[in-house]
């Protein structure tokens, strides 16, 4: 194996999780009971920034349409700004960050504070700024990253945003999905299943990429937010164009760019959207851009040659959590060919400490 940090702790995720699910749930679960016991939330905030907000909205799209919770996603600069909104019924603050040192998320917890607003760090350092100033410290148990570079502290920051979120619902009265128990647990051998069958892929198709001038990454509901992660981890390793889209929102503009010379990476799980992103790749395709779609349906993964193939077995309700690890895969990769550090990007710090003023 490579000597980066960053392929290790790409590797370190199943373990990672495991914990979260193992020790650090039920710990979750008494947080949440003492905040709940001491203003009982019905509006939710999750703030980061960077890949910490796209950890916030993966997560808040499952408090939404899987949990029924209002709640919102934010980078922390906004709330700082504008949020909460008028006459919000009770809201609470889940700020994610790393390191719990990141100016704007630290700036918008203090402004919470300030309003009387419960707050929670979710962060890989108790004894940082926020984990020291918040009202509850949800410690993740993933340590930091040597790395500039997030990876099992994305996923790991997410699932315990979920989480938290589920223990709130359960507070709240609310249904939990029936399945949620089993995938939890389930979800540690998931992530291993994933590494071994992505990563020989990955690591081929960034082999061959490295005349692609501009990469674009497109997927449905929560894997849009993975999608903007996967393009952020490609940008700031390699400095390559990438971005990401809405899926269905692709045709709707953007996709009058497509030409020989850009791929597109689309995300198709199992479920209600495969049938029109299946569609879509064949749209692409069309246009002479390099289509690669990572997948666990059978009949689109043996349609394209270049289809990253993700297990069958996976867990559909984690999904968008275990399609990251082939982006990661990708990204460190496709940088190492290009002979750069992933680990030490130029112009990067692991957290900002700008003041910003409200």
């Given at each position: 194996?490579?000597d980066h940090?960053?392929?290790?702790?790409?590797h370190?995720?199943?373990?990672?999780?495991?914990?979260?699910?193992?020790?650090?749930?039920?710990?979750?679960r008494?947080?949440?009971?003492?905040?709940?016991?001491?203003k009982?939330?019905?509006?939710?905030y999750?703030?980061g920034c960077?890949s910490?907000?796209?950890?916030?909205?993966?997560?808040t799209?499952?408090?939404q349409?899987?949990?029924g919770?209002?709640?919102?996603?934010?980078?922390?600069?906004?709330?700082?700004?504008?949020?909460?909104?008028?006459?919000?019924?009770?809201p609470?603050?889940?700020?994610?960050?790393?390191s719990?040192?990141?100016?704007?998320?630290?700036?918008?917890?203090?402004k919470a504070?300030k309003?009387k607003?419960?707050?929670i760090?979710v962060?890989?350092?108790?004894?940082s700024?926020m984990?020291?100033?918040?009202?509850?410290c949800?410690?993740?148990?993933?340590?930091?990253?040597e790395?500039?570079?997030?990876?099992k502290t994305f996923?790991?920051g997410t699932?315990?945003?979920?989480?938290?979120?589920?223990?709130?619902?359960?507070?709240d009265?609310?249904?939990?999905?029936?399945?949620?128990?089993a995938?939890?647990?389930?979800?540690?051998?998931?992530?291993e299943?994933?590494i071994h069958?992505?990563?020989?892929?990955?690591?081929?198709?960034?082999?061959?990429?490295?005349?692609?001038?501009?990469?674009?990454?497109?997927?449905?509901?929560?894997?849009?937010?993975?999608?903007?992660?996967?393009?952020?981890k490609l940008?700031?390793?390699?400095y390559?164009?990438?971005?990401?889209?809405?899926?269905?929102?692709?045709?709707?503009?953007?996709?009058a760019?497509?030409?020989?010379?850009?791929?597109?990476?689309?995300l198709?799980?199992?479920?209600k959207?495969?049938?029109?992103e299946?569609?879509?790749?064949k749209?692409?395709?069309?246009?002479g851009?390099?289509v690669v779609?990572?997948?666990?349906?059978?009949?689109?993964?043996?349609?394209?040659?270049?289809?990253?193939?993700?297990?069958?077995?996976?867990?559909?309700?984690?999904?968008?959590?275990?399609?990251?690890?082939?982006?990661q895969?990708?990204?460190?990769y496709?940088?190492i060919?290009?002979?750069l550090?992933?680990?030490?990007?130029?112009?990067?710090?692991k957290?900002?400490?700008?003041?910003?003023?409200?």
């Open positions: 194996m490579n940090h960053m392929i290790h702790e790409i370190e995720q199943p373990q990672a999780l495991e914990k979260i699910v193992r020790e650090i749930r039920p710990l979750i008494e947080l949440a009971s003492k905040a709940w016991s001491r009982r939330p019905e509006t939710y999750s703030v960077g910490s907000y796209y950890a916030s909205m993966l997560a799209f499952y408090h349409y899987e949990l919770l209002d709640s919102h996603a934010l980078p922390a600069s906004e709330f700082v700004w504008f949020a909460p909104r008028l006459n919000v019924r009770s609470i603050l889940m700020a994610l960050s790393r719990g040192r990141t100016s704007e998320t630290v700036a918008a917890t203090r504070m309003m607003v419960p707050t760090a962060t890989s350092d108790s004894q700024t984990g020291q100033e918040c009202d509850y949800l410690d993740t148990g993933v340590p930091n990253e790395s500039t570079i997030m990876t996923t790991g699932l315990a945003t979920i989480i938290a979120g589920l223990e709130f619902a359960r507070l009265g609310a249904a939990v999905p029936k399945d949620f128990e995938e939890l647990n389930r979800l540690s051998k998931d992530a299943a994933v069958a992505t990563e020989d892929q990955a690591k081929k198709i960034a082999e061959e990429s490295q005349t692609i001038a501009r990469f674009i990454y497109l997927g449905s509901g929560a894997n849009y937010a993975a999608c903007l992660e996967g393009a952020l940008r700031e390793t390699s390559s164009a990438s971005e990401a889209y809405h899926a269905m929102e692709f045709r709707h503009g953007p996709f760019e497509l030409e020989k010379g850009i791929q597109v990476f689309v198709v799980p199992e479920g959207t495969a049938r029109q299946a569609t879509l790749l749209e692409i395709a069309s246009t851009a390099s779609p990572i997948s666990n349906v059978p009949e689109i993964t043996n349609s394209h040659a270049e289809a990253i193939r993700m297990p069958n077995s996976i867990s559909p309700e984690f999904a968008p959590l275990l399609f990251m690890i082939p982006m895969f990708f990204a460190y496709y940088t060919r290009k002979g550090n992933p680990d030490r990007p130029r112009n990067l710090v957290y900002v400490t700008t003041e910003i003023a409200p």
